[in-house]
């Protein structure tokens, strides 16, 4: 099996309902800590998933967060 697909987390698709909605995707280990961030405007949909560098995702802002648990609606 490719190394690859052995650590590919879950997947998170982020849609914005507002303008300048904010991802961060903070690491693994010992210290958190913020290692990628992105910016969404509204209708802009982003799909991101945990690896072994990414542990969890922040998000700021009015937004739709679609996992295979269901769907939470950020900023209200």
């Not at 698709?13 to 961030?37: E, M």
């Not at 969404?40 to 700021?60: C, N, P, Y």
């Amino acid at each position: 099996m490719n190394d690859a697909l052995a650590i590919a987390g879950e997947y998170v698709v982020v849609k914005a309902l507002d303008n300048g909605v904010t991802i961060i995707g903070l690491t693994r280990g010992k210290d958190t800590k913020f290692h990628h961030t992105e910016k969404l405007d509204k209708g802009e949909v982003m799909i991101a998933q945990f690896t072994e560098h990414t542990s969890a995702i922040k998000i700021r802002g009015r937004a739709e967060i679609m996992t295979k648990h269901g769907i939470i609606t950020s900023g209200e």
